[in-house]
């Protein structure tokens, strides 16, 4: 039997991880990243987070890590939450490319996706997670992930915005029903 939630889910909150050793998927945080983590626990409280999303990445994992204990909840890894593809090797940083894709977003190399199937990717993990029997859930993910949507919502993000998006960096997500409708950044300690 499918959940019916007694009234809408209408926020998320999206988290690009914290300052990473590298690109890789078992690559974990950096020192100032943990530290980071950690400070990122009562800001979560505030905001009576009740589930915790995760990209398979281990720096996504460890970024929401000290929350979920703090919290005592479980962390549900979800493939659709990973970071951007941008060919068949993986995620590897190429900014001319990266650059492009704010432009021209059906863009990929062989066996990666466009900005646009990536942001499709995001908004279907959105709307399957509005199902569930959480009301103010957090997804840990990816700045190219976030910057994906991001532009494909406001025609004046793009990838100086990008560039400048920090470390962890969170966004609150109104929806109806997993229909994205806003994304607002919020300001961390």
Same mark, same amino acid.
Do not use: C
């Given at each position: 039997?499918?959940?019916?939630?007694?009234?809408?889910?209408?926020?998320?909150?999206?988290?690009?991880?914290?300052?990473?050793?590298?690109?890789?998927?078992?690559d974990g945080l950096t020192i100032e990243g943990a530290q980071a983590s950690e400070a990122l626990?009562?800001?979560?409280?505030?905001?009576?987070?009740?589930?915790?999303?995760?990209?398979?990445?281990?720096?996504?994992?460890?970024?929401?890590?000290?929350?979920?204990?703090?919290?005592?909840?479980?962390?549900?890894?979800?493939?659709?939450?990973?970071?951007?593809?941008?060919?068949?090797?993986?995620?590897?940083?190429?900014?001319?490319?990266?650059?492009?894709?704010?432009?021209?977003? %059906?863009?990929?190399?062989?066996?990666?996706?466009?900005? %646009?199937?990536?942001?499709?990717?995001?908004? %279907?993990?959105?709307?399957?997670?509005?199902?569930?029997?959480?009301?103010?859930?957090?997804?840990?993910?990816?700045?190219?992930l976030i910057a994906s949507v991001m532009s494909a919502l406001y025609s004046d993000f793009g990838?100086?915005?990008?560039?400048?998006?920090?470390?962890?960096?969170?966004?609150?997500?109104?929806? %109806?029903?997993?229909?994205?409708?806003?994304?607002?950044?919020?300001?961390?300690?």
């Amino acid at each position: 039997m499918d959940f019916v939630p007694t009234r809408p889910t209408t926020t998320m909150f999206l988290l690009r991880h914290a300052e990473a050793e590298g690109w890789g998927l078992s690559d974990g945080l950096t020192i100032e990243g943990a530290q980071a983590s950690e400070a990122l626990v009562p800001v979560f409280q505030s905001l009576e987070i009740d589930g915790v999303f995760t990209s398979p990445a281990i720096r996504a994992r460890e970024t929401v890590q000290p929350f979920a204990d703090a919290a005592g909840l479980a962390l549900t890894t979800l493939p659709d939450l990973r970071e951007h593809q941008t060919s068949l090797q993986g995620h590897i940083p190429d900014d001319a490319l990266i650059e492009r894709r704010f432009k021209e977003r %059906n863009l990929s190399r062989p066996g990666g996706e466009s900005f %646009n199937d990536a942001a499709t990717r995001l908004r %279907n993990a959105i709307k399957s997670l509005s199902r569930r029997p959480v009301y103010a859930p957090l997804l840990s993910t990816h700045g190219g992930l976030i910057a994906s949507v991001m532009s494909a919502l406001y025609s004046d993000f793009g990838y100086d915005q990008f560039l400048q998006m920090p470390r962890p960096a969170l966004f609150k997500v109104t929806h %109806n029903h997993g229909t994205i409708r806003e994304i607002q950044p919020l300001t961390l300690p």
